[in-house]
C-alpha cells in the first residue's frame, strides 16, 4: 500500500520498490513506474498501484479419481504481474488517494483465476488416474499438468500475469481410505518384523544350541578326564598299598628275625640260668646233703643227754615268745616229781 501525506490541500504519494505506480491527470499518463515519489492533487489524479513482486498462492481442493475416491491436493503457484500496464486496466488495482488502499480485491480476483485454472488441470488428470497411481505417481503429475496448463492459459498472458513455479506439496485420501491402504503396508512391515524376530530367535536357539553342544562336550572331555584320574588314582593306591605291604612285609619279617634272635637269646639266657640254677641247686644240695650228713654224723657221736639238752634248745627257738609264765602248785609239784624220778634212774 502506498504512503500518501497531505500538506496545503496537495497529496504527496511514496510508492515501494516492488509496487508499479500509474498516476493519470485528466485522463493523461502523468507518473508510471516503480517506486515513484510525487505530488499530485485528489481532485484530479487516478492512481494504480499494482504489486510486481513474486507472489505466493496456496491453494488446497479435493479430487475424485478414477475408482472414485477422494483426495486433498495441496499446491502452491508463485506469480508475478510482468506487465502492470495490462493488468491494471483489466483489473482495478486504483488505490484511494487520500488513504492510499486499494479501492478493490485485485489480488483475490488473480488468487481465484490461477485457483481455478490449476483445480481444472488437477481434476482433469485425476479423474484419469486411479488411486493407487496417484497416490505413487500423481504429485508429479499434477505438478506438470498444473504448470503446462497455467503457461497455455492464454487469459493469463493477456491479464499481464506471469507463472513463476507450481509445487504440488502432498494428495492425501480420506483417513479411513488411507488407513486403509496403510494396512498391507504395515502387515507386509510386520511380517517382515515377524520373520526377523523368528530368524533371530532361530539364531539364538542355533547358538544356544552349539553352546550346549560345547558345554556337553565339555562336560563329556572332563568326565573322561575324571576317569583317567580315577584310574591313575586307583594305580596310585595300588601301588601305595604294594609298596606299604612290601614295606611292612619287610619290617615284619625284620620284627620276626629280631623276635627270633631275642627268643633265642632269651632262650640261650634261660638255659644257661637253668643250668646255673640246676648246678647251684645240685651244689647247695651237695652242700646240704653233706652238712646233714655231718650233723648227722656228729648227733650220732654224741650222747643221748646233749641230743635232748639239744632238742630242748631247738624247741625253745621254736616256741613262740612266752613274756609271762605262771606255775601252779600241781604243775611244779608233778614236774618235781618226774625230775626226782630220772635222777634216780
Known sequence: ??????????????????AHIRHHRSGRLVHDGPGLSFWFRSLTAALSEVPVDDRELAMTFHARTSDFQDVAVQATVTYRISDPAVAATRLDFSVDPDTGAWRGTPLEQLG??????????????LARTPLSAALVDGVTAVRERIAAGLAGEPRLPATGIEVVAVRVMALRPEPEVERALRTPAREQIQQEADRATYERRAVAVERERAIAENELASQIELARREEQLVDQR????????????AADAVRAEAEAARTVRLAEAEATRSVRLARAEAEGAREVGEARAQAQAAWLRVHAEVDVATLHALTGTRLAENLPRIDSVTVSPDVLTGLLARLGTQERA
Open 1 to 18: 500500500m502506498a504512503d500518501i501525506t497531505r500538506r496545503l490541500g496537495w497529496r504527496h504519494l511514496r510508492g515501494a520498490p516492488t
Open 112 to 125: 481465484t483465476l490461477l485457483t481455478e485454472t490449476a483445480q481444472q488441470h488437477a481434476l482433469d488428470v
Open 234 to 245: 586307583g594305580t596310585n593306591a595300588r601301588r601305595e598299598a604294594e609298596e606299604h605291604a
